[in-house]
């Protein structure tokens, strides 16, 4: 199947296999024996995770066909996912030029995905919000684009999806806690 580190396989140093009780997340890292070869399996793991996962979405860029970039899409994805915010951040959070965030945005107001509102705080500022439009044709990319990998995992185990859609979850609160974010 895939790669699981050996540390991961079992509990640390209880020798017994984790069972569905076991999910509580609130523990010691020393208790548990977590330590510096835990955590280089854990970094490589994560690393293959990225490594993946860009691969696949570079093969559904490719299959669904747009005149848009990715930046434009990803905007749509951080606007729904964090909320309203700044053309700054969104610059920052892509690591492009404000120029050029500008210019995606300006894309996005005029195709009516995005809305720019002025920003409370700094007369000087707009904040950009996706449209209800906004939401619709962001999912329908987001689900173009799962249709286009699909055939990669049509014949994966109910097993298999489940442990996706486990390991989707954990990615998910992690990413939260880490704040890897625009909010």
Request: hydrophobic share 40%; glycine share 8%.
């Amino acid at each position: 199947m895939s790669f699981v580190p050996p540390s991961l396989r079992h509990w640390p140093n209880t020798g017994r296999k984790q069972t569905a009780g076991d999910d509580d997340c609130s523990f010691d890292r020393r208790r548990l024996g977590y330590g510096e070869k835990m955590d280089s399996e854990l970094a490589t793991l994560l690393g293959e995770i990225l490594a993946t996962v860009n691969r696949l979405e570079r093969i559904a860029y490719q299959s669904v066909e747009s005149s848009k970039s990715s930046t434009y899409y990803r905007t749509l994805g951080a606007l729904r996912q964090f909320g309203p915010q700044r053309a700054s951040a969104l610059a920052q959070h892509y690591r492009v030029s404000q120029p050029a965030m500008s210019r995606v945005i300006t894309a996005l107001v005029d195709d009516g995905l995005v809305v720019r509102e002025p920003d409370s705080t700094d007369s000087r500022a707009s904040i950009i919000r996706i449209s209800e439009l906004g939401e619709r044709v962001y999912l329908e990319r987001l689900n173009a684009m799962g249709r286009a990998v699909t055939p990669y995992f049509a014949e994966i185990s109910v097993v298999d999806r489940a442990v996706l859609g486990a390991a989707l979850e954990v990615l998910k609160i992690n990413q939260s806690r880490a704040g890897a974010g625009l909010a």
